[in-house]
Every structure is written in C-alpha cells, then in structure tokens.
C-alpha cells in the first residue's frame, strides 16, 4: 500500500461520531490517525489498517 502523511483514507468500519474518514498524521510500525469527524486520534497497527482499508482519498501531501 502506498500510503503517505496526509492522506485521508476510509475505513470500512465507522468510528462512533459515525465518520468513516481519517487523516494520516504518523506511518511507521503503527499509524496514528485523526478522524475527520470529530478529531479523535489514535494510533493503530499496520496490518490492521491495510485489512481495513477500503479506499484511499488522496489528500494532502506532506
């Protein structure tokens, strides 16, 4: 996957303020996004966010 700082992608799944959006703030080992809904980040593992992913919105690159 070729993910970047800055991008927004979806997920498949919704966080509860029911945004499906994130922003890309931090890649490595583990990702740290920011939802777009309500501004809530967390950081997540890598392999969770590839098998979650369902598209990639090319956002702003960092």
Avoid: Y
């Amino acid at each position: 996957m070729d993910i970047q700082v800055g991008d927004i992608i979806k997920l498949k799944k919704q966080h509860p303020c029911g945004s499906k959006e994130w922003e890309v703030l931090r890649i490595g080992a583990d990702f740290r996004l920011k939802c777009k809904g309500c501004g809530h980040q967390i950081m997540i593992a890598r392999r969770l966010v590839e098998k979650n992913i369902r598209e990639i919105v090319e956002g702003k690159r960092v």
